[in-house]
Structures are given as C-alpha cells and as structure tokens.
C-alpha cells in the first residue's frame, strides 16, 4: 500500500530533521500536530541540498545536485518518488500549493555553493533569498494553509525571519566556510581584516530584521505561532552569544548553544506566549 510508503517517507523527513537541528524539531514539535509533517517534509528537503553542497566533500557534488533537481521536478510531476524526503516533499508541495518558483531559486542558491562566488550586496541578496527567504515561505503557505491575503501580508516577514536566521548561521559558520569550504556570503569581507566593527555592522543589520520579523510571528494563525516564536527565540539566544564573541573568536570555533540552555530558551518562550508578552 501507497499509504504504508508515505507514512515511511513522513518518518524519514522527521528523522532528518531531529538528526541535523535540536532547535528546529523543538520548533516544529511546538507546531499543531496537523502540520508538523509537512514542516519536516520542506526541512528534509533543505537538509538533503545542503548536505550535497556542504558535506559530501570527495563526491562529484555538482552531479549530485543535478541528479537532485531532475528527480525533484520528476517527483513534482509524478506526484512520487522511491526516495522518501523527495516523496514527502512532493506531497507537501502539491497540498499546499507551494509555487515551483521559490522551489527553483532555492536549488539555484544551492548551484551558487557550488561556485567560486565574490559576493557583492546583489550576489548576496539573491544567495539570502534562495537560501533562506524561500524557505520560509515554503513554510508560510503551510502556516496560512491557502489564505493568499493572509499569506501576502505575512510574506515580508517570512522573508525577514529567513534572512536573519541565515545571516547569524553565516557568522556562526564563519570559520568552517571559509576554511574548509572557502567561503565568504558578506558583501566584499576581507576576512584578513574582519574585527569587532565588521562583526558590529553586520550585528546591527540582523538585530533590524529580527525586530521586523517579529511583528509578522504576532500574527500568525494558531496553529503555528508558538512553533515558529520558539525557532525565533532559539536563533535569538544564539545571535545574542555571537554578539557577546569577539571577532578573533569567531574565526576560531563554531558558537553553539548547548541543549541544557535551548530547554531554558524553551520554558521562558513559552512563558512569554502564554502570557502575551512576547
């Protein structure tokens, strides 16, 4: 039976996800249980890409990407696919009607990794967007389950929330990609001379985007609001330990929230939503 498979394939996306981010589960497992699947099935689907890209260091990665994105748009078309993230991906964008669009700039942000890119502020922006930005968007017309006028007005938001969430990922990440993936997303950064006033004028930009984002989590349906306050509050904590970390640090190790600190994040979240404080 169809349905046994499927069921399967659901399974594996939350796997993924619980394999790769604490935080992001916690954020999903806070979501109504009626679209906890399908929020897994878009962050498999992320993870696998970014896996190709980032990990599979030896391998023929820009063949692997190809290969991903012929069998995406197999399984768009097919309405299936053998392997389970690409099925409960497909499945997710037919139900809730994801536009192919965001699902095209995402892939292409991924070819982006593949290249040896100078990134100038419209290289970046574009990068942010595909990334990031899409995601979240992915992930929205979940949230609003086919409201488009709600969708519309939560869209800048979204959008906002991605891009934050991926520009505190590019300063925590700082020193692995660019020591070992020999990257560098901040618009024309000379890593030879990133110090504490670099490091503050990016800071300065994602604290205005965490600020907007919020006003859009305020006024999302029920069913969502607490799961992606929690993600908020998760990438905050972090943002905030980053700020605290001087620059020479940065560029040494990887800032990491312990998972002792991120069930704190969790009670005081949920505290704040209760009471409406947030």
């Known amino acids: 039976m169809k349905k046994l498979f499927d069921e399967l394939s659901c399974e594996v996306s939350k796997y993924t996800t619980r394999k790769y981010s604490t935080s992001f589960s916690l954020g999903i497992l806070a979501l109504k249980p009626s679209i906890r699947s399908a929020v897994y099935a878009i962050y498999g689907y992320v993870r696998l890409a970014d896996e190709i890209v980032d990990s599979f260091h030896g391998y023929d990665k820009e063949k692997l990407l190809k290969r991903l994105k012929t069998e995406t748009y197999d399984a768009l ?3 299936i696919s053998i392997n389970p993230i690409l099925n409960s991906f497909q499945e997710t964008v037919r139900q809730y009607n994801i536009d192919v ?6 892939l292409h942000s991924m070819e982006m990794d593949l290249q040896k890119i100078d990134y100038n502020s419209d290289l970046y922006n ?3 967007y595909g990334s990031a930005e899409v995601v979240g968007l992915m992930c929205l017309h979940i949230f609003t389950g086919g409201n488009k ?3 519309d007005e939560l869209k800048p938001f979204a959008m906002k929330l991605g891009s934050a969430f991926q520009k505190v990922n590019f300063l925590r990440d700082l020193k692995d990609d660019y020591q070992i993936l020999g990257r560098t997303y901040f618009p024309s950064l000379n890593m030879s001379v990133f110090d504490n006033t670099v490091k503050s004028q990016i800071e300065k930009e994602i604290e205005k985007e965490f600020k907007e984002a919020l006003q859009g989590i305020k006024k999302l349906p029920g069913s969502s609001i607490f799961g992606v306050y929690l993600a908020y509050r998760y990438y905050l904590s972090l943002f905030e330990k980053i700020k605290k970390t ?6 040494q190790q990887r800032i990491r929230i312990a998972n002792s600190q991120k069930i704190l994040v969790a009670f005081k979240s949920y505290i704040r939503y209760k009471s409406a404080y947030f």
Do not use: K, P
């Open 77 to 79: 078309e097919d309405g």
């Open 246 to 251: 001087s620059s020479q640090r940065i560029l």
């Open 149 to 151: 006028q709600q969708f």
């Open 126 to 128: 574009e990068y942010i």
């Open 101 to 106: 669009q965001l699902i095209n700039q995402f």
